[in-house]
């Protein structure tokens, strides 16, 4: 199964950008975390990264032109913001589990609400690059092969 992991705002600054909440690991480093869980689980990943709305809302349609039996997706500040990726996610008939490295509801209350969640099969939060893990296996017995 074909599953995209795609990434928003900020993300490429991991390793250097608030290491006490969001630690120290990079990007590259979650990227091969998640490949090594995928390969065990038979998943072919699409790992991406971007700064810009458009172009994350583009790689949620691809997902669903190409085929991908799921989508993980950690918006960044997008969850917080981004009406328009609530729409994206809605408009594809995708599982897409929503991700965030950090326990947002132990932050600031700007956090608290995601207008990913309610177009999202499931959320994971606070378990850090784990997190991509566990959203692999979420999508691997929610999925068939
Ligand atoms: C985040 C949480 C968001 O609130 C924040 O804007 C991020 C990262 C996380 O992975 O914990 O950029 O999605």
């Not at 699409?46 to 669903?64: M, S």
């Not at 009406?83 to 965030?100: G, T």
Request: glycine share 8%; charged share 15%.
């Amino acid at each position: 199964a074909l599953v995209y992991i795609l990434n928003g705002p900020n993300l490429n600054m991991l390793g250097v950008r608030e290491t006490s909440v969001y630690g120290t690991l990079d990007l590259a480093g979650i990227e091969k975390l998640a490949r090594a869980r995928a390969a065990q689980l038979g998943m072919t990943v699409e790992f991406r990264q971007t700064n810009h709305e458009g172009v994350l809302l583009d790689w949620v349609h691809e997902a669903y032109h190409k085929g991908a039996a799921g989508l993980i997706i950690n918006p960044g500040a997008l969850t917080h913001t981004s009406i328009a990726l609530h729409d994206a996610i809605k408009a594809v008939s995708l599982p897409v589990i929503e991700l965030h490295l950090s326990n947002v509801f132990a932050r600031e209350s700007f956090r608290h609400h995601s207008w990913v969640s309610p177009a999202a099969k499931g959320v994971i939060c606070g378990f850090g690059p784990k997190g991509y893990e566990l959203a692999l296996e979420a999508l691997a017995s929610s999925v068939s092969a």
